[in-house]
Each structure stands twice: as structure tokens, then as C-alpha cells.
């Protein structure tokens, strides 16, 4: 795993896409962003730069 500051967890994640962390939840089960995990809580956790790419395709 990268550095952790490469990350946000779900409810970062969820306020920079504007989305509830449901919906994250959702899209992580239905493969559309990838999930990764924390090595010692196993929190979700999401890159920055997916994120970024995820914004640049639905602005699309």
C-alpha cells in the first residue's frame, strides 16, 4: 500500500464527490471505484487521484 496521506477515508471521500457514504459503499460493492483497506483497521479507503478520475468522467 502507498503512503496513507494518499488517501481519504469514507466520509472525506464521500464530501469532495458529493455523495452520501452509502452511495460509496455502493459503487465499491458494484465495482464502479475501487476500495482499499487500511492495513491494521481495515477501514475503507479511497485514492485521491481515482476520485479525481471519477469526477473528470462524469463531467464528461
Given at each position: 500500500?502507498?503512503?496513507?496521506?494518499?488517501?481519504?477515508?469514507i466520509k472525506e471521500a464521500s464530501e469532495y464527490l458529493?455523495?452520501?457514504?452509502?452511495?460509496?459503499?455502493?459503487?465499491?460493492?458494484?465495482?464502479?471505484?475501487?476500495?482499499?483497506?487500511?492495513?491494521?483497521?481495515?477501514?475503507?479507503l479511497y485514492k485521491k487521484e481515482d476520485l479525481t478520475?471519477?469526477?473528470?468522467?462524469?463531467?464528461?
Amino acid at each position: 500500500m502507498e503512503k496513507l496521506d494518499e488517501y481519504l477515508r469514507i466520509k472525506e471521500a464521500s464530501e469532495y464527490l458529493g455523495v452520501s457514504p452509502n452511495t460509496l459503499r455502493n459503487w465499491g460493492r458494484d465495482g464502479r471505484i475501487i476500495e482499499h483497506r487500511h492495513p491494521v483497521n481495515n477501514y475503507r479507503l479511497y485514492k485521491k487521484e481515482d476520485l479525481t478520475r471519477l469526477l473528470r468522467h462524469a463531467n464528461r
